[in-house]
């Protein structure tokens, strides 16, 4: 006797723990051709103080695309991605305002919007747009929106020429005062994903399986039986990967809490159990935490921030002791301009790790690059400079049927925020206008 379908929203449970499945054949059957496709997805992924610009720009465009050595690492997904030079963010510049560049950066990065100056607590600058995304999204998912970062999510005090931390420390809005709170410790965005219900998993249980390390695999055991007891052998296969890959991730944030951290490059901050001492791993972890939650479709809409904006990290797995932000107002010193380079080569490289995670993972019938969009960059360009056109962008994935050239060059003086517009479009959300935006990005 043949069993009902599985309900794509099937779960396992146990212990106040919840773990979606994957995609599996004996889940019912789409009702339409919509239905069947996978969803669009999207990234914003933000780095601070600018690049070294004159390193930055490709050479042609089309098949004739020529990377320079910054972006060498992405030459194995060129045909997969767009560098977009010429764009500009009119509203991060001072308009009256004197200095503060690096606060004015990331609060109109996502939002196109002019903050307003002030440390106390009248913040205010604009919605981003994953939450103008996120609100018209979020009843398909279990969450809206994710808010990841590196850095602490900082919400007062003056951290930038009179600027609020607040816009340092954030790029997504969802009221014009309101940052959206990140995470930055993946073992507690890793309960998040896992946990069930609003209040999430009881602190009795989620005490009892941390102190014993147990894997939230081990709590929804018997739900995992009984799911192989119906399924057949393709399926079988199908989960027991997907809960290898769980345990593998959770297993390495396991390895990160068990050893001694390495010191804080962040002033004032202790780093609380289950953030890496190394910033590499860091970033690995979030980005396996985001390829994991796109391929259970517990959100479409992600923000990360690499670093806060004007970050003084020290990359010491680079043999870098001097901060991110005092080099990159090198005033051509030889030494300090060199080291900068190899801080945009190392943020090259790892953002072409994440894009190779993406196409190397399953989505529907092709993979989560094929159904993704992820923007990556900033809103300083040159960080000597401090300015804000001829923005570094790259855009990513083919997700909502983009369509790549390698490198696009704009009309000087194009807003960021037409890109922004035009990403809106691809995931069906409708708008006639976002932030200082003139019209949609032709071309992508």
């Not at 410790?185 to 890793?190: A, V, Y």
């Amino acid at each position: 006797m043949s069993l009902p379908p599985l309900d794509r929203r099937t779960m396992m449970r146990g212990m106040g723990t919840a773990l979606a499945l994957p995609w599996l054949d004996a889940m019912a059957a789409p009702a339409s051709a919509a239905e069947l496709a996978s969803p669009t997805r999207a990234a914003f992924l933000f780095i601070p103080n600018g690049v070294h610009r004159s390193d930055w720009a490709p050479t042609g465009s089309g098949g004739s695309t020529v990377l320079p050595n910054m972006l060498e690492p992405l030459s194995p997904l060129k045909n997969r991605l767009t560098v977009l030079t010429g764009l500009d963010h009119n509203n991060a510049k001072a308009l009256g305002d004197g200095p503060g560049d690096h606060a004015r950066s990331s609060a109109a990065f996502l939002t196109g919007a002019h903050p307003v100056k002030t440390a106390g607590d009248d913040i205010s600058v604009g919605v981003s747009v994953d939450q103008v995304a996120a609100r018209h999204l979020e009843r398909a998912t279990r969450f809206g929106s994710l808010q990841l970062g590196c850095e602490p999510a900082l919400t007062s005090g003056s951290c930038d020429s009179g600027y609020s931390c607040a816009y340092s420390a954030n790029i997504s809005w969802r009221k014009a005062d309101t940052p959206m709170a990140k995470e930055i410790n993946p073992r507690r965005l890793f309960e998040r994903l896992f946990s069930m219900g609003p209040t999430g998993e009881t602190k009795a249980a989620r005490a009892q399986r941390l102190a014993s390390r147990r894997s939230v695999l081990d709590f929804v055991r018997r739900d995992a039986r009984r799911l192989h007891a119906r399924v057949g052998v393709g399926d079988r296969d199908r989960l027991d990967d997907y809960m290898d890959g769980v345990r593998d991730l959770e297993r390495r944030i396991e390895q990160v809490e068990q050893v001694e951290q390495a010191p804080s490059d962040l002033a004032g901050f202790e780093p609380p159990s289950g953030i890496p001492g190394q910033y590499r791993e860091h970033l690995r972890l979030m980005n396996e935490l985001i390829i994991l939650a796109w391929r259970l479709d517990l959100t479409r809409v992600v923000t990360f921030m690499w670093a806060n904006e004007g970050s003084n990290r020290a990359y010491r797995n680079l043999g870098i002791a001097e901060g991110h932000h005092h080099l990159s107002h090198h005033g051509g010193e030889a030494s300090m301009v060199d080291q900068i380079r190899a801080i945009n080569r190392f943020q090259m490289e790892e953002f072409a790790y994440f894009l190779s995670r993406l196409q190397d993972t399953p989505d529907g019938g092709g993979s989560l690059l094929d159904n993704a969009m992820v923007l990556f960059g900033g809103a300083i360009g040159d960080g000597n400079r401090h300015n804000h056109d001829d923005l570094p962008i790259v855009l990513a994935g083919d997700g909502g049927g983009l369509e790549h050239s390698g490198h696009m060059r704009a009309p000087k003086g194009t807003p960021l925020c037409n890109l922004h517009l035009s990403l809106l479009d691809r995931l069906g959300v409708p708008a006639e206008t976002f932030g200082d935006s003139t019209g949609r990005l032709s071309g992508i």
